[in-house]
């Protein structure tokens, strides 16, 4: 059974910085993409930034140049720093691996969410 597991959420005010963690467990072959997600009240999920297992990362237009993604293939983890934060951030965030538990078998995991939260 695998278990993704996040910590490092919180109440910041406007310019603070935070950064997440998330950190996978259990049965793992192989990890490709990690990513963090976010989801604000009455808004769709929405992917914040991903990383390959070779570390190139893509982020959403309206975190680029605040937040970087991050991850350790050893540890099996996987990291949000999150800068110059604006209340606009506030959602719960939740980190997404796709793995394997055994060779050619890929499922999507979901860690429980933390929550961020802003204030102006």
């Known amino acids: 059974q695998v278990q993704l597991v996040e910590s490092g959420g919180g109440l910041v005010q406007a310019g603070g910085s935070l950064r997440l963690s998330c950190a996978a467990s259990g049965s793992i072959f192989s990890i490709n993409v990690m990513a963090w997600y976010r989801q604000a009240p009455g808004k769709e999920r929405e992917v914040v930034a991903h990383?390959?297992?070779?570390?190139?990362?893509t982020y959403t237009d309206s975190v680029k140049g605040r937040f970087t993604i991050s991850r350790d293939n050893a540890k099996n983890t996987v990291s949000l720093q999150m800068n110059s934060l604006k209340p606009e951030d506030t959602a719960v965030y939740y980190c997404?691996?796709?793995?394997?538990?055994?060779?050619?078998?890929?499922?999507?995991?979901w860690g429980q969410g933390t929550q961020v939260t802003v204030s102006s």
């Open positions: 997404y691996a796709h793995l394997a538990s055994r060779p050619d078998t890929c499922y999507n995991y």
């Open positions: 990383i390959t297992s070779d570390s190139r990362t």
